[in-house]
């Protein structure tokens, strides 16, 4: 320093008289959110370094001999602080009374009576970020805060040390007072009581890891303890970051396997994922990320996904559901949105016209995945269906568009494990049954039924999880030119399974309505499987009604009560046992009764599983049954 230049006196002050009590409502909006400190303080130093960087490449700052860039976070269990260093573009006198000293609040008054008047926390106010005092953060976690600063400028170094009130002072600093390397900047935070969670080096990791994990600057963690506790034994340190992550690279460079580590390392899930989607939306959006579509163990698994929101590869939050569409939500993956601001609100994201458009982008992107897997290897994209099944369906069912871009892509499975599209099906079913899918719940409870169409050469699709059965309705409702009829195997006979109305018998009507009652509907029908005497319909309608107020019940709502299925007993006029009972209605009556009723329960078993007094009952009749013989 010339002699002729005045050296800085130490200044005391406050820091904003109309914000004199911003500290305290920085700590009581932002307590459930503590650990955002360590984000903020270490985002201000990437910042700062990225900022050095680019004065470099514009030929605006030369001869700059400091090692490669990077940020130190220190742990002092001993002292009580948490310090953060950086060799980036450091601060003059007048940055840090523009930048520090001041918290620029245009509105200030409004602003505190805005978050005043809040009983809510940091997640819906998200005071961090707005106006500038994402630095002061650190009084979180803090009673008192340093701030050494030397601008590459070569500037005087400057120390500033505040309270947890506000009140500061502000003095040159000697080259002796901690300042790592030549420039730069170090915010050395000495923990309160309220904070003393952070002086754990587990926990400085495990926020470091969540917040820290892709900051593009190389981000460094000492704790002295472990240092006089190894003495000279040091290992080569090892940046606790990530600064190229894989959703930053080309997707031309990146290999299935590093796709594969990525998943593991991120989401700490180590079953394969099913495929994934690189992201990379230039202007307008201006977006990068990898979606992944996880491998789902069984029906009961949680199907809650984990999408990790990123600002410039700081993270921001996870699972934020007004950038990824509900049914998408079950996916993995990382997106990077540097249009978004650093700390973002739901309310912002609710009505942000670009965050609409990411939406719409990703919906697009996963649609086109989807189609250009069934295009071009579509044996591999059957081995996956079953998990995709899910997804899909219900992603038809909450978006029209969505359908429209993949229902080309639909998989219906059959009854012998055979997979075919909705337009294969019916183009199969055009002499036999027209416009009709016949389809299944349950194999094992529904095969006789299944059985009686496969005799007739008819395939059977089989529809086993809940979805499937409300997502049927959408693609009768979505294509109407189709004229498309889902029908279950046992709710209807048609031309399929009989021949034509039969030969009624009033004497073997009047033996089986006295067993199931008025409300069943019999009729006579010659059915091909001259075999089988009976078989009990449910209404398609009626039995679907059925369902949904079953679903709506599941959902807690209060129903007035479940709809009544239409059952019909068709009674085949062609079968011998069928014949027997209309000879022994005027010889035995009591006989033809107990055949009647062992024929009815047979055809409830081939329907549904029979309630514990049906299964007695029809012990019951076998026993005695086989008494007569």
């Not at 459930?32 to 130093?45: D, Y």
């Not at 039924?449 to 529809?463: N, P, Q």
Request: with cysteine; charged share 30%.
């Amino acid at each position: 320093m010339a002699e002729n230049e005045k050296k800085l006196e130490t200044e005391r002050g406050g820091i904003s008289v109309d914000v004199e009590h911003i500290f305290p409502i920085i700590k009581k909006w932002l307590y459930s959110e503590k650990e955002i400190f360590l984000r903020e303080i270490v985002s201000n130093a990437c910042d700062a370094v990225t900022k050095l960087r680019r004065l470099v490449s514009l030929g605006e700052a030369r001869d700059l001999t400091e090692a490669d860039p990077r940020i130190r976070v220190i742990l002092d269990k001993d002292a009580k602080t948490i310090t953060v260093t950086d060799n980036g573009i450091g601060m003059t006198e007048e940055e840090l009374r523009k930048y520090i000293c001041q918290i620029a609040l245009s509105g200030a008054l409004e602003f505190i009576e805005k978050y005043e008047s809040k009983d809510g926390g940091a997640e819906d106010s998200g005071i961090i970020g707005h106006f500038g005092l994402g630095f002061y953060s650190a009084f979180m976690v803090s009673e008192r805060v340093e701030l050494l600063t030397r601008s590459y400028t070569g500037a005087p170094m400057l120390h500033w040390d505040c309270t947890e009130d506000g009140d500061y002072e502000i003095e040159e600093a000697d080259d002796s007072d901690g300042l790592v390397g030549d420039y730069g900047t170090a915010v050395i935070m000495h923990v309160s009581s309220e904070g003393e969670e952070f002086l754990s080096a587990y926990k400085l990791r495990e926020v470091l890891d969540k917040y820290c994990a892709f900051m593009p600057v190389e981000i460094y963690f000492e704790d002295t303890a472990e240092e006089e506790k190894d003495g000279d034994k040091k290992d080569e340190p090892k940046p606790v970051n990530d600064v190229h992550p894989l959703w930053q690279k080309n997707p031309s460079e990146c290999t299935d396997e590093e796709y594969r580590d990525f998943y593991r390392k991120v989401f700490h899930d180590y079953k394969e994922p099913l495929f994934w989607i690189h992201l990379r939306a230039d202007y307008p959006l201006n977006f990068k990320g990898i979606l992944y579509f996880p491998r789902i163990g069984n029906e009961y698994e949680s199907l809650e996904g984990q999408v990790k929101l990123f600002y410039n590869q700081v993270f921001v939050a996870e699972n934020i559901k007004e950038v990824i569409p509900e049914y998408l939500l079950m996916l993995k993956g990382v997106l990077d949105c540097p249009e978004l601001p650093l700390n973002v609100s739901r309310s912002y994201l609710q009505n942000s016209a670009y965050v609409s458009k990411i939406s719409t982008h990703i919906v697009k992107k996963v649609s086109d995945k989807l189609t250009g897997m069934f295009s071009t290897d579509r044996p591999a994209y059957e081995k996956i269906w079953r998990d995709l099944k899910t997804f899909v369906e219900y992603g038809c069912m909450r978006d029209r568009k969505f359908y429209d871009r993949v229902k080309g892509a639909i998989l219906c499975e059959l009854c012998d494990g055979k997979f075919v599209t909705v337009d294969e099906y019916l183009e199969a079913a055009k002499e036999k049954h027209e416009g009709k899918i016949y389809y299944a719940t349950d194999k094992t409870v529904q095969s006789k039924y299944i059985s009686l169409f496969a005799a007739e050469g008819i395939d059977v699709v089989l529809f086993d999880k809940i979805v499937d059965t409300q997502f049927i309705t959408t693609v009768e409702t979505a294509d109407p030119d189709k004229k498309v009829k889902f029908i279950r195997v046992d709710a209807e006979v048609g031309d399929a399974l009989s021949d034509g109305e039969g030969e009624k018998n009033e004497e073997v009507e009047k033996i089986f309505r006295e067993i199931v009652g008025e409300k069943t509907k019999i009729t006579f029908e010659k059915l091909k499987n001259a075999g089988t005497p009976a078989i009990l319909n449910i209404s398609e309608e009626s039995r679907r009604l059925d369902d949904l107020m079953k679903l709506y019940a599941m959902g807690g709502e209060d129903m007035p009560g479940m709809a009544s299925v239409e059952e019909t007993l068709i009674l085949n006029s062609g079968n011998a046992l069928i014949g027997k009972i209309g000879t022994l209605a005027g010889t035995d009556r009591e006989l033809a009764a107990k055949i009647a009723g062992h024929v009815y329960k047979l055809s409830l078993i081939s329907q549904r599983q029979l309630t514990g007094e049906e299964l007695c009952a029809f012990l019951d009749d076998s026993y005695a049954l086989l008494e007569k013989l």
